[in-house]
């Protein structure tokens, strides 16, 4: 299963960096996810590290969040940085092998979501 935590509140501009611990399992073997959702919309993808250690991220947080993964600590990781009120969401971590970094469906095991509010 995933853990995910690091979410929290705060103020337009600051920082949290969100922790996905995997156990039963070694992230390595995996591509790794993170999604969010906002109130009322949809869960969207936002950033995938391969096990290659490819990544990507959506247009909306490329420059400002970073994925990297800890394979001795079995944890990927999501630095956010210079967040905004539009990142208020409930994420997500994910562990898969999609061929489309953001399709849900390409993910078999899912984290609890942790919420991310971010006040102006």
């Known amino acids: 299963q995933l853990q995910a935590s690091g979410g929290g509140l705060v103020q337009t501009g600051g920082s949290l960096r969100l922790s996905c611990v995997a156990s039963g399992f070694s992230l390595d073997t995996y591509g790794i996810g993170w999604f969010r959702q906002a109130p009322g919309k949809g869960r969207e993808g936002i950033s995938n590290?391969?096990?290659?250690?490819?990544?990507f991220y959506l247009n909306s947080v490329k420059g400002r969040f970073t994925i990297s993964r800890d394979n001795g600590k079995n944890t990927v990781y999501l630095q956010m940085n210079d967040l905004k009120p539009e990142d208020t969401a409930v994420y997500y971590c994910?562990?898969?092998?999609?061929?489309?970094?953001?399709?849900?469906?390409?993910?078999?095991?899912w984290g609890q979501g942790t919420l991310v509010t971010v006040s102006s």
């Open positions: 994910a562990a898969g092998w999609p061929s489309i970094p953001t399709i849900e469906s390409g993910y078999d095991v």
């Open positions: 590290i391969h096990r290659d250690g490819t990544t």
